[in-house]
């Protein structure tokens, strides 16, 4: 099992070689940031820039979404007729890729896509709360990470600090690509993914109703969780558009930001593919994944086990029509409606 | 005059500083402290540096309702909807966002006068508090600012098992006045180790990540040669405009007026608003800054370059890091400063 440098220096590799003379144009990735734990999603115009290339477990961005704007840029320029951008994709990435070809917003031809074994994604909150002050450096393996900080060195269990995604992963495989480098990591996959939204579901209707108020009171409208989302693809989300009647910024009333995200999760319903992102990058700790795999559960329920991203072809279940479909009624037998 | 407390007793000192006025103080929310008003049951957390919010919100609050507008026939009537201002104490506040305050004042403050902005300002007591250690992601120092003895009405220590205070304003002598009978007078060896304990805070600050930046090349002269760089194009690229920065940011303050149909009327309000947004500024033909490499670039240059151009060479940026912190893709100001700035940062 190749250590995670070793997958870094192999990408970086084969980054070079694409871009020499693969036919690739730029290659998306990640670079070095200000602290040891923040790579910043990157674009790899030449070998040489590739000296900052850095994969490991704070790699967390993904990349898929930036190809829409990478692809439309380049033909604004109206130059690199044809050229390929390259992208490493984790398995995550790998589903919001096919999503993103699926609908339109990327063309296939125009993607390299090359997957990655991904150790599973560290949480540098889960770090600090652990007692570690101004990391500096750190090494990991695939079960462990130790952290070198003013604090003194620790060593943690890398379970014990992976991001609340990582720790329901989907697995190793990749939705698509066109190559791998490193398959087969062994992901932290197997955790119960539905166990808060059953937890929920246990609860009251109020009870629910005001465990969202609380949560969602937190929100500072900021929006982060709409455009790190790989299916909030929009060329103009409703929520920008002035002439739209909905407009975010005023939040005239408290249940604003609320009416937000359930409009989010009702349009990303059956194409959500539960990769976290929105989750990960609220910086109000909202537990947005919850709303998600709240309809996740109920679409496997009432259609089978479907996972968006899957594939780039088939029909979903919300967008298709079968005359076994679940009926309306279905929510009265639930015990909900009024 | 330095006054103590025993950090067992701040419960007392809270109920007594909440009895005529609302009081804000970092308090544990979703596992991370953000200001929220103190209740008995309030989980203070006074050991986190910087609350996820900063105290602007008490300041320039994200929603203000200002106007109710009501047509019958041919009459439309105006009701001021905004809320009667209050008393508040802000407990806690960082050398970082009490400076954020200059800032905000010079914008808000100066002619035309924000009456709204002035009313909140009048009406609350800051109580600073300083930091006896610094975050990772703390740059204060860059802009002069000195986190071990913050400003403010009162100023507080936190140092042993001790909570020390002393009013610097005579809005911090009234609030002191009704508490001092919770709080003994310190003496010099208590002294000593709030300055023993600042000195280690200071020097703490070179260890950091970010503890050296430097600020050279900055300065509301070079408007031309910063804003024609190349590199922002570069440094926008992985932004994906979400705002979060200009939300958690204490010295941002730009806003909108929105008006919202109701139904039965117009509700107009105040609400923050971000360049980073493609509806910022819009005017009849559109954004004049259409793509995020401009509204990436108009966020530093306001803070970096414009703002000290029309303000005496004070930046709009206090080093607070949350911007740094909170930001999905991690870009933020450090970088932006470092890239096109001196060689200093080298
Ligand atoms: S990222 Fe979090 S705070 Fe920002 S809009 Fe989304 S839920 Fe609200
Ligand atoms: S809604 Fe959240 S989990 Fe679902 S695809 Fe979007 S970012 Fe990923
Ligand atoms: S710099 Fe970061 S926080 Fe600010 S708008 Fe861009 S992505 Fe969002
Ligand atoms: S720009 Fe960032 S570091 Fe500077 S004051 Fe704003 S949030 Fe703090």
């Known amino acids: 099992m190749p250590a995670v440098k070793e997958i870094q220096e192999k990408m970086r590799a084969r980054a070079g070689e694409l871009l020499r003379d693969g036919g690739v144009s730029m290659a998306l990735g990640w670079k070095r940031g200000e602290f040891c734990h923040d790579p910043e999603p990157a674009f790899f115009e030449s070998e040489a820039e590739l000296d900052n290339f850095v994969y490991d477990g704070f790699s967390s961005p993904l990349l898929s979404k930036y190809l829409i704007e990478t692809i439309r840029k380049d033909k604004q320029k109206g130059e690199g007729k044809g050229s390929k951008f390259l992208v490493f994709l984790k398995p995550c990435d790998s589903y919001g890729l096919n999503l993103l070809l699926k609908e339109h917003r990327v063309e296939r031809e125009r993607v390299y896509a090359v997957g990655v074994g991904c150790p599973g994604m560290l949480d540098v909150d889960k770090i600090r709360a652990a007692g570690v002050k101004n990391m500096r450096s750190f090494d990991e393996t695939e079960t462990e990470v130790t952290i070198h900080a003013s604090s003194g060195d620790k060593t943690l269990a890398r379970r014990d600090i992976l991001l609340e995604k990582c720790l329901v992963c989907k697995g190793p495989e990749f939705a698509v690509q066109d190559e791998v480098l490193a398959p087969g990591l062994p992901s932290f996959e197997g955790g119960d993914r539905f166990a808060g939204v059953t937890e929920l579901e246990s609860m009251s209707p109020e009870e629910r109703f005001s465990f969202w108020r609380n949560e969602l009171s937190r929100c500072i409208r900021c929006n982060a969780c709409r455009n790190a989302c790989p299916v909030c693809s929009c060329n103009k989300c409703v929520f920008d558009n002035p002439q739209s009647g909905v407009q975010a910024k005023s939040n005239a009333d408290s249940f604003e930001e609320n009416m937000f995200h359930i409009v989010r999760a009702f349009h990303v319903a059956g194409r959500c593919s539960d990769c976290g992102e929105c989750s990960r990058v609220c910086p109000q700790k909202i537990p947005l994944h919850l709303l998600n795999r709240k309809f996740i559960k109920d679409i496997n329920a009432f259609y089978g086990a479907f996972q968006a991203g899957a594939d780039a072809e088939a029909r979903a279940p919300l967008t298709n029509y079968e005359f076994g479909d679940v009926e309306p009624g279905a929510v009265v037998k639930r015990g909900g409606g009024a | ?346």
């Open chain 2, 1 to 346: 005059m330095l006054l103590k407390l025993s950090l067992d007793k701040t419960g007392g000192l809270f109920t007594e500083m909440a009895r005529d006025r609302t009081l804000y103080l970092p308090v544990k929310r979703g596992g991370q402290a953000d200001f929220a008003p103190w209740t008995p049951e309030a989980e203070v957390c006074l050991d986190y540096l910087n609350t996820a919010r900063s105290i602007k919100d008490f300041f320039l609050p994200q929603t203000e309702n200002i106007a109710a507008f009501k047509r019958e026939g041919k009459k439309i009537t105006i009701t001021p909807t905004h809320e009667e201002p209050s008393p508040f104490v802000v407990f806690g506040a960082r050398a970082c966002d009490v400076r954020s305050l200059d800032v905000l004042d010079r914008v808000f403050l100066s002619d035309p006068v924000d009456t709204f902005y002035k009313a909140q300002r009048e009406n609350g007591v800051i109580v600073s508090m300083a930091c006896a250690e610094p975050e990772e992601t703390c740059f204060c120092n860059a802009f002069g600012i000195d986190a071990a003895e913050p400003r403010g009405d009162v100023v507080t220590w936190i140092a042993g098992n001790f909570l020390y205070w002393e009013a610097k304003t005579p809005a911090g002598e009234a609030l002191t006045g009704k508490l001092e009978t919770l709080m003994s007078e310190a003496d010099s060896s208590d002294l000593k180790e709030i300055e023993e304990q600042g000195k280690a805070a200071r020097a703490a600050f070179k260890e950091l990540p970010l503890g050296k930046l430097s600020l050279e090349g900055w300065s509301g002269d070079d408007l031309l040669g910063k804003f024609t760089s190349p590199l922002w194009e570069k440094m926008s690229k992985s932004c994906l405009g979400c705002g979060t920065c200009t939300y958690v940011c204490p010295t941002c303050q730009c806003y909108d007026i929105q008006d919202f149909d109701t139904g039965h009327g117009i509700a107009r309000f105040r609400c923050w608003d971000s360049c980073m947004y493609s509806d910022f500024t819009l005017m009849a033909h559109g954004n004049p800054r259409k793509s995020q490499l401009e509204r990436f670039r108009q966020r530093f240059m306001h803070k970096l370059v414009y703002y000290p151009a029309n303000n005496d060479g004070m930046y709009s940026c206090v080093g607070c890091g949350r911007c740094v912190a909170k930001c999905p893709i991690s870009m933020n100001i450090a970088k932006v400063i470092k890239a096109l700035g001196g060689n200093a940062n080298a």
